[in-house]
């Protein structure tokens, strides 16, 4: 029985991928580090992952705190663009209203979840999040979701796990959670409600 859904946030919930992509493009090229607009490594990957698959290419003197800090400001000052996807705030309304308990769980910084959430409007919604912040080990790790579930006090079976990215659905499978794939193989919100109430909106 599913006693609760935790939500990936970023390309899942809203549409935010391709910001984050333009803010990693923009201060790369500041240091004259071209990061190609279809390059898909970084879809779903913590930011201490990027700074690793990328620091070689950087200026020396360039810290990983200097450069985070850069890609999040240039992110934030967007973050009020972006738009849920369509059906994302009706369907996690739904679940409130039949009694499921929601949380995000997410390879993002607090301060990002935090203007996304904003941003769609869809904080009340949840019980609490799980962010980059709050975790030795971001996704693939399983401790995000393991995180999340004990918090959830619910065994990680009773938890459904919705995701858009191969990253986050290895770390809820490592947890031990059921997931539903958003995206090219998932039909919809509706296949939530449907695994979870039965039903569609």
Known sequence: MTRAVAWDVDGTLVDSEGLHH???MDVSARYHVRVAPDDERFIGVSMDQVWRLLRGSYPAELTEREWERAITLEY???A???RA???ALETLAALQQSGILQCCVSNSSRA???ANLEAISAAPFFA???TRDDVVQGKPDPEPYREACARLQSAPAEVLVVEDSATGIAAARAAGCPVVRFG???A???EVLSAVLGRSV
């Open 188 to 190: 919809g919100y509706p």
């Open 112 to 114: 990002i979840v935090a």
């Open 85 to 87: 996807f369509a059906g």
């Open 80 to 82: 009020s663009q972006l």
């Open 22 to 24: 333009r803010a990693l």
């Open 76 to 78: 934030l000052a967007r």
């Open 128 to 130: 609490f999040a799980i």
């Open 184 to 186: 090219a193989e998932f």
